[in-house]
């Protein structure tokens, strides 16, 4: 299988064949394209006329903008292509079409608002066909500031909260520190744009770079009165100042910074999506995600964020080290987390920069749009129905610890289901939603074949990470199917998918009992049992969940996916894993949460890893010595303190309290009453004070980095009372309970 032979599968990867595309830019009434060829980049304009798809053209009476009009075949609600000469008309066009109609916009007209995203959708054409990942050329760019005395936050509005040092490196290895010792900064500022000119980068990245080095330099350049031109045609960025990312249920607002022919990949965010179903990191910040992932060098320089100032000016050389390092370590991580998107952007009619920030759905409707497009064929409107269904089966057979334990699961159910009972949506008129599936599930397996047999580690990185994209995408088809606001959804479908499920796992857990296995937790698409007596090995375990697999329809695969000295089940989809090797796995809110302490995380897995081990006796034992290490004099208040996200803004959070529609909250408190802006999505850690143990964190509380160890003010009774709680919730799995049942 060669990477050829994936990417000439227009279904997945357009029509358009063209290699070496690394941008697409507006162009007055052309469509810029810009080229990569070895270390150099060349663009080529070619006409383009963007469009509006729409129930009736008779929806544009009375607007003056001229159109030609393409009568899609098929009877959908789009049937007509409204074609534009230029983008600017094509906007006008769909100001006229809001004023007229209003809400009911979904339902009459479509408009894409991105120009790259609707030449791409229009003529099969997508970014990076034929690059290799390491052929990108990428800028990382970190900076330092200066803060005021008597501030805890640089303020970019405070004339002397300069900037002091701008770090960069290319993925060609060249480096390079702007000191703010030698340069003013309206002369870092130009450098800086002349660095980027002559490094030409395709992308620019950085680990919050919008939401802060972005943002700093755009707002210290306007002070300055300097124009930072750092596009491709010499054009400024273009900010859009309110921009908002929608990650699960977090929303993130952020100054969004579109580069003339460049990409701007914020780590940060990458980061984010990377955890967002794995819950693996501690914190999303750029020095504990390097630690996490082992890109952080033996000697990497540290210091502390308010020792910043105080460097630069007893220290300068210190600050540089620890800048240049910040890009080491952001490019290195770079590295790691694009590489999945930068094959999506291969894929997806999005460009690299937007592909991340599109949800699954999204991206898969993407595709749907494209290739009835390119056939001519209407596409009907958006359902947006509020309509609801019952999900997976699950249930938690026994609670507390039990063991051994094998875990076998359906590979990819929902898919399975939808390909073995022919389940597509009943307005894919052309019937493209089940030979994409087909086709996303054999390159998928086909890749991993490939992966293994790869001929050196570059290749099979490769294919290892491809296989991961299509497994995303294979099980993002289910979440497509239910999601009513997209074209091709269909609930209905969605319902019997779901409820084959239900049936499936069902038969599974019968088949399991028959044989004299005890299921333990049962979770949608997987179980976990306690084998029959007399299977006690590896080779009889697997030939067991082979017979399961035969016993269920063609297309129905259950695989081994895991054996375990031991489970302790908290409760349904909470459980923590003892593998034979000794590494514990913890899965569920209730037993792994970023959104405690760091104290109570810790004191969780500990009393965990003793349930597994059977010794529930110890947790008393480990209980003492954490109150006895929380009433130390020595206490370090990181352990106990608490990160809190704000999911929207000091503004709307005050104006929610003012009208009785929220709760007080520590965080947002902190946020209302501190110098530095705070936007949704921003973090902020605080403890609590004083000495009371039934204290209201709201009115008690204060920031983190506010803490002096010579005159520490924290609430020790209130911790204990808190650590108190968090094993009472235990303690029917505590010696002399009933519901602990022996291995």
Not at 58 to 76: D, F, H, K, M, Y
Not at 373 to 395: C, K, M, N, Q, V
Not at 545 to 553: F, G, M
Not at 583 to 588: E, H, L, S, T
Request: proline share 4%; glycine share 8%.
């Amino acid at each position: 299988m060669t990477v050829s032979e994936i990417e000439h599968n227009p279904l997945l990867f357009g029509h358009d064949t063209r290699t070496g595309i690394v941008a697409i830019e507006p162009a007055g009434h052309f469509v810029r394209l810009f080229y990569r060829t070895g270390s150099s980049v060349y663009f080529h304009d070619e006409p383009f006329r963007p469009f509006i798809l729409a129930s009736d053209p008779a929806l544009l009476s009375g607007c003056r903008v001229p159109c030609s009009i393409l009568q899609l075949e098929g009877g959908e609600t789009f049937r007509f292509q409204l074609l534009f000469e230029s983008w600017g008309e094509c906007c006008a066009a769909r100001d006229f079409l809001t004023a007229k109609t209003g809400t009911g916009s979904a339902t009459s007209w479509l408009f894409m608002p991105d120009l790259a995203h609707q030449y791409m959708v229009s003529t099969g054409t997508t970014l990076f066909k034929g690059l290799e990942f390491g052929e990108l050329r990428c800028l990382a760019l970190d900076i330092e500031t200066l803060c005021a005395e008597g501030y805890e936050f640089s303020n970019p509005e405070r004339v002397e909260d300069r900037i002091t040092s701008i770090a960069l490196r290319d993925s060609e290895g060249n480096e390079l520190v702007l000191r703010g010792d030698r340069l003013t900064e309206v002369e870092l500022l130009s450098a800086l744009s002349d660095a980027i000119r002559l490094g030409d980068p395709d992308v620019i990245t950085g680990h919050n770079i919008f939401r802060f080095d972005l943002d700093y330099i755009g707002r210290r350049a306007k002070l300055h009165g300097i124009t930072l031109n750092w596009g491709r045609n010499g054009s400024a960025p273009h900010v859009s100042p309110n921009a908002r990312w929608n990650l699960a249920e977090r929303v993130i607002d952020y100054p969004r910074w579109d580069v003339y022919g460049r990409h701007i990949i914020d780590t940060y965010f990458l980061v984010q999506l990377y955890d967002i179903g794995l819950r693996s990191l501690e914190s999303h910040g750029l020095k504990q995600v390097a630690r996490h992932f082992g890109i952080a060098a033996d000697d990497r320089t540290y210091l502390d964020g308010n020792a910043i100032s105080g460097t630069f000016h007893s220290d300068p050389e210190l600050l540089f080290r620890y800048n240049l390092d910040d890009v080491r370590e952001t490019l290195a991580l770079f590295r790691i987390v694009a590489y999945p998107w930068f094959l999506q952007t291969r894929i997806f009619p999005f460009t690299f920069q937007s592909c991340p920030l599109r949800g699954n759905a999204t991206r898969i409707n993407a595709l749907f749009l494209r290739e009835y497009l390119y056939r001519g064929h209407a596409i009907p409107a958006r359902t947006d129905s509020s309509g609801s269904f019952e999900g997976g089966y699950t249930e938690l057979a026994h609670e507390g610890v039990s063991g051994p334990i094998v875990h076998c699961d359906v590979a990819s159910l929902y898919p399975s289901l939808m390909l073995t009972y022919q389940l597509g949506p009943a307005g894919d008129s052309l019937g493209l939603f089940l030979p994409m599936l087909a086709e996303l599930r054999r390159f998928r397996l086909d890749a991993k074949q490939a992966a293994r047999q790869a001929a050196n580690e570059t290749e099979r990185h490769y294919y290892d990470a491809l296989q991961q994209v299509f497994k995303v995408l294979i099980n993002s088809f289910f979440g497509y199917l239910g999601a009513s606001q997209h074209n091709f959804s269909d609930t209905d479908a969605a319902a019997e998918v779901t409820r084959l499920g239900r049936v499936t796992i069902r038969n599974m857990i019968e088949l399991l009992k028959s044989e004299g296995a005890e299921p333990v937790e049962v979770d949608t698409d997987g179980i976990y049992f306690r084998p029959p007596t007399g299977c006690d090995t590896e080779e009889k375990e697997r030939e067991l969940v082979e017979r399961l697999s035969e016993a269920l329809p063609e297309g129905i695969d259950v695989e081994l996916d895991g054996r375990y000295r031991s489970m302790f089940a908290y409760k349904a989809k909470n459980y923590a894993l003892l593998e034979y090797g000794g590494r514990i796995i913890i899965k569920g809110s209730s037993l792994k949460s970023r959104g405690i302490e760091r104290y109570l995380r810790e004191f969780m897995r500990e009393m965990i890893a003793l349930l597994l081990a059977s010794n529930p006796a110890g947790v008393e034992r480990l209980y003492a010595e954490y109150v006895s290490r929380i009433c130390s004099r020595k206490l370090d208040v990181a352990w106990v303190a608490r990160t809190e996200t704000l999911n929207e803004s000091p503004a709307a959070y005050q104006e929610k309290l003012r009208l009785g529609k929220r709760n007080h909250s520590a965080a947002f408190q902190i946020a209302c009453a501190a110098q530095h802006g705070y936007r949704a999505g921003d973090q902020i850690t605080y403890y609590v004070c004083g000495s009371a143990r039934d204290a209201v964190a709201y009115e008690a509380c204060r920031p983190s980095n506010a803490f002096d160890p010579a005159h520490p003010d924290i609430n020790t009774a209130y911790y204990v009372e808190k650590l108190r709680h968090l094993k009472k919730r235990f303690e029917a799995f505590l010696p002399g309970e009933p519901t602990l049942f022996d291995l």
